[in-house]
């Protein structure tokens, strides 16, 4: 099994839509993110967590909120969507351990957004 | 603010021969991490080889090896003998130390497009 998991793999919906992006991990980490990517400009932070207690902004959290229900899951939400958030959505997960703390990233989630 | 620059939208390069992919970044930092990704159609991100600044030896994967050159803040991949399986989008990304209150985000650069003739 995928140790980074992320519901649905693919979406489309209409504008002003609510919509809810899960991510799920079974590798233990603590630190969390969601980032985003458009063709032509590689991926951007949306929100990065440390810990259930912890949830910061990253550089395009602006129409985005996110949720960190557990250790394991970290949830990203759209309240209103709107078409220039058309893009796909990685989640990534690292920890502390190790000398590069690399991040390793779950399948992404394609979203079109009507 | 970090940025990182890969000039080379597409590239292409015949099954079982060399190819070099570019990669810039601008810090004031003295210590980082860079770090090569594939993605292959498939969407998932994949770390193909990392290095860490202050190791001057540069980083070797079996067919894809790196050459770091701190001073000139260049961060080239080498990927030799190249398979129909290389071929995929490439990203280039930094990440500072990590410190407290820091985010640990991936700066990454927009990707080169690798294509493998057969």
């Known amino acids: 099994d995928a140790d980074v998991t992320q519901t649905p793999r693919n979406r489309i919906t209409k504008t002003g839509k609510r919509i809810m992006l899960e991510c799920s991990q079974t590798?233990?980490?603590?630190?969390m993110y969601w980032y985003r990517q458009d063709p032509g400009l590689g991926l951007r932070l949306i929100y990065y967590?440390?810990?259930?207690?912890?949830?910061n902004k990253g550089e395009i959290s602006d129409g985005y909120s996110v949720s960190r229900q557990a250790q394991a899951k970290f949830s990203l939400s759209l309240e209103s969507a709107i078409p220039n958030q058309t893009a796909l959505y990685f989640c990534?997960?690292?920890?502390?351990?190790?000398?590069?703390?690399?991040?390793?990233f779950g399948p992404g989630t394609r979203l079109t957004v009507l | 603010a970090q940025t990182v620059t890969q000039s080379q939208p597409e590239m292409s390069v015949q099954e079982a021969e060399t190819v070099t992919l570019s990669c810039t970044y601008d810090?004031?930092?003295?210590?980082?991490?860079l770090f090569w990704y594939k993605q292959p159609p498939s969407r998932q991100m994949i770390l193909v080889i990392r290095?860490?600044?202050?190791?001057?030896q540069n980083a070797t994967e079996n067919r894809f090896s790196v050459n770091f050159q701190k001073a000139a803040k260049s961060f080239s991949l080498k990927i030799s003998d190249s398979q129909l399986g290389d071929a995929a989008m490439y990203f280039c990304?930094?990440?500072?130390?990590?410190?407290?209150?820091?985010?640990?985000?991936?700066?990454f650069g927009k990707g080169t497009k690798l294509t493998v003739n057969p």
């Open positions: 990534a997960t690292s920890d502390l351990t190790g000398d590069y703390n690399e991040q390793f």
């Open positions: 590798k233990g980490h603590d630190r």
């Open positions: 967590s440390f810990d259930v207690k912890d949830i």
């Open positions: 810090t004031s930092e003295s210590d980082y991490y």
């Open positions: 290095q860490e600044a202050y190791k001057q």
């Open positions: 990304a930094y990440r500072s130390p990590i410190t407290q209150g820091g985010s640990e985000k991936l700066v």
